[in-house]
Structure formats: structure tokens, C-alpha cells
């Protein structure tokens, strides 16, 4: 594994956890509308400063539907928030929820969590092509996916607790299959990985009120 390699993956890792330290530790989630212009913001500098890397891929999608595809993905955010925050009672679960905003069901999950998913497409989305760039191939690439991404969620046990942990590095692994492989084979497959991304946490904030 060559210098440049080791150096994307260190800065992506640096970057997100930078960011996520930021936003729960030092800004916190009760100020979300503060959260949302860090995260819009920092999502800028990162569009802007990348903006040769990223734009072979963002000029194969007509604007049109980038913002019908986005638009879906947030319509489907707040109706599922709003059925749950009308119509279902916050369960007593048997695991300690620990400022996991999807359980919470709080202003930083309604509001501010798809600008959190935007930021951390956009890491992914540049640490796949540059990983590419670099001769890595996509099966190398999904390896390493599988173990950073395995790892890094992992700590979601001492986190929250053990059966979040679990679900959320389950389900870190699963998407290291998919998302490396929608950014370099599919068209608009950096949307479509938003929008996973964003029906996975609406899909686990609906199963964690029915279910219990």
C-alpha cells in the first residue's frame, strides 16, 4: 500500500471524525440549526476544494434529477418522522439510547441529520474516487471499506449500547458492499447512497417505535 493511499485514508478518517466529534461534543445536538450551518458550511469547503475531483462524476447528472432524487429522499425523511412523531409513543427500550438521534426523535434527527448524511456521502464519495485514482480496484476498495468502516462503527457499543453498536456496525459493513460500488458503476449512484444512507436511518427510526 503506497504513501498517498495511507494519506487519503488518514484525512478521511481525521475528517470524519472531526466532524462527528464536533457536532455531538462541542456543538451538541440540542443547537441543531448551529449544526446545520457547520455541516453546510464544511460540506462547501469540501465541494469547492475537491472540485476537479468530484466534477467528472457530478457532470453526468442532469440538476433536475438530482433534486428529484434528493427530493424523494427528504419528502420520505419527514413523513416517516412526522408518522412517528404523531401517531406512535416513544417505546421504554431495553438498551440505553444514549443521544442516538434516530431513537430520540429529536430536532438534530429531523432537521439536521441530512446534512450530516450529505457530509459523510461526500467524504465517502472522495475517498472512493481518489482510492480509484489511485489503482486501487473496486474489490480492494470495498476490503478496505468493510474493515474501516467495520471498525469506526464498532465503537458504537461503548458509545450507546451493545444492540445499537451491533445494528450500527451491521449495517456500516452491508453498506461498504454497496456504496464503493454505486460511486465507480452506476450513474448517480453518489444520489442514490444518500438516499440509502437516509432510508436506513428512517427505516431503523420506524422499526425501533413499532417493534418495541
Known amino acids: 500500500m503506497n504513501n498517498k ?11 470524519f471524525g472531526l466532524t462527528s466529534l464536533t457536532m455531538t461534543q462541542v456543538i451538541t445536538m440540542n443547537r441543531y440549526i448551529l449544526n446545520i450551518f457547520f455541516l453546510s458550511i464544511t460540506s462547501l469547503f469540501f465541494i469547492l476544494y475537491f472540485k476537479k475531483t468530484l466534477t467528472n462524476l457530478i457532470s ?3 440538476k433536475s434529477e438530482f433534486i428529484f432524487l434528493v427530493g424523494i429522499s427528504l419528502i420520505i425523511h419527514l413523513i416517516s418522522s412526522y408518522f412517528i412523531l404523531n401517531y406512535l409513543n416513544q417505546p421504554i427500550w431495553p438498551f440505553d439510547s444514549r443521544g442516538t438521534s434516530f431513537l430520540l426523535m429529536n430536532n438534530f434527527y429531523l432537521w439536521t441529520k441530512p446534512f450530516d448524511v450529505l457530509l459523510q456521502q461526500l467524504l465517502i464519495v472522495l475517498l472512493v474516487i481518489k482510492l480509484h485514482q489511485y489503482k486501487l480496484t473496486l474489490k480492494q476498495i470495498t476490503l478496505l ?4 468502516f467495520g471498525a469506526i462503527h464498532i465503537f458504537q457499543i461503548f458509545k450507546t449500547d451493545i444492540i445499537i453498536g451491533l445494528a450500527f456496525t451491521l449495517g456500516a ?4 458492499f454497496v456504496y464503493p460500488y454505486m460511486i465507480l458503476k452506476v450513474r ?9 444512507h437516509m432510508g436506513i436511518y428512517n427505516i431503523a427510526a420506524l422499526l425501533s417505535y413499532i417493534l418495541y
Open 5 to 15: 493511499i495511507i494519506k487519503a485514508i488518514i484525512l478521511f478518517i481525521i475528517a
Open 60 to 62: 453526468k447528472t442532469y
Open 145 to 148: 471499506f468493510v474493515l474501516g
Open 173 to 176: 459493513i452491508i453498506s461498504s
Open 188 to 196: 448517480n449512484g453518489y444520489i442514490y447512497n444518500f438516499m440509502i
